[in-house]
């Protein structure tokens, strides 16, 4: 593991287990107060699936108001615009990401977990090019009005914990309705008995899911 930057963003980057030329990449965004080491552990058990794969775990932008030492995509209080706000240097790094590793979009995974979740759906769905695939645990869409009737969005993964009481469990299924409604192809997950976390079964779940749709 090094650490790298892609646009204004930096964090820990895992090159593919097997060497060489990544076949993809998968980025993973982060938890409210957390950074990108928290995630980058899930790289490993990922990459046995997809060896030729590159993670870039990018840090928040801003220091978490209630941790200094953690780092938040958006003020936790302001889930209206501050997923707008926090959307563009999302993308100019995904899209330096991809461009530096000489990669297009269809070769992309997005995921993250809890505000991570959030953003991975809120950027992954308005990409101008759509990623391969978007995961979101224990995430929520929180910004639907914008998003057209039609096809052209990426499919997306729902994986939730029944007993959250961070991000309560109902939100899965009101993110999935929405989804739905404008006719984007997305599957759910429930964690029996998990709080807010990601557990094995929902990791498996997940590389299963981005098997269909991303490069080994």
């Given at each position: 593991?090094?650490?790298?930057?892609?646009?204004?963003?930096?964090?820990?980057?895992?090159?593919?287990a097997r060497g060489?030329?990544?076949?993809?990449?998968i980025?993973?965004?982060?938890?409210?107060?957390?950074?990108?080491?928290?995630?980058?552990d899930?790289?490993?058990?990922?990459?046995?699936r997809?060896?030729?794969?590159?993670?870039?775990?990018?840090?928040?932008?801003?220091?978490?108001?209630?941790n200094p030492?953690?780092?938040?995509?958006?003020d936790i209080?302001?889930?209206?615009?501050g997923?707008?706000?926090a959307?563009?240097?999302i993308?100019a790094?995904?899209?330096?990401a991809?461009d530096?590793l000489?990669?297009?979009a269809?070769?992309?995974?997005?995921?993250?977990?809890?505000q991570?979740?959030?953003?991975?759906?809120?950027?992954?769905?308005?990409?101008?090019?759509?990623?391969?695939?978007?995961?979101?645990?224990?995430?929520?869409?929180?910004?639907?009005?914008?998003?057209?009737?039609?096809?052209?969005?990426?499919?997306?993964?729902?994986?939730?914990?029944?007993?959250?009481?961070?991000?309560?469990?109902a939100?899965?299924?009101?993110?999935y309705?929405?989804?739905?409604s404008?006719?984007i192809?997305?599957?759910t997950?429930?964690?029996?008995?998990?709080?807010?976390?990601?557990?094995?079964?929902?990791?498996?779940a997940?590389?299963?899911?981005l098997?269909?749709?991303?490069?080994?």
């Amino acid at each position: 593991m090094e650490m790298r930057s892609f646009g204004d963003l930096s964090g820990p980057f895992i090159p593919p287990a097997r060497g060489g030329q990544p076949s993809s990449l998968i980025v993973l965004l982060h938890g409210w107060g957390a950074d990108g080491n928290d995630l980058a552990d899930l790289a490993y058990p990922i990459s046995v699936r997809f060896p030729g794969a590159a993670f870039f775990v990018p840090n928040g932008p801003s220091p978490c108001k209630m941790n200094p030492a953690g780092r938040e995509w958006f003020d936790i209080d302001d889930r209206v615009n501050g997923p707008v706000a926090a959307a563009p240097v999302i993308d100019a790094a995904i899209t330096a990401a991809l461009d530096g590793l000489n990669l297009s979009a269809s070769a992309l995974a997005l995921a993250g977990f809890s505000q991570g979740g959030m953003m991975s759906l809120h950027c992954g769905l308005r990409h101008a090019a759509p990623p391969a695939a978007i995961v979101s645990f224990s995430g929520a869409l929180l910004r639907h009005d914008d998003l057209a009737d039609g096809a052209g969005y990426p499919p997306v993964l729902l994986v939730h914990g029944t007993d959250d009481q961070i991000v309560p469990f109902a939100l899965q299924s009101a993110s999935y309705d929405v989804l739905q409604s404008r006719s984007i192809m997305v599957e759910t997950v429930t964690c029996d008995g998990l709080g807010h976390g990601i557990d094995p079964d929902g990791l498996s779940a997940a590389i299963a899911f981005l098997a269909k749709y991303l490069p080994a």
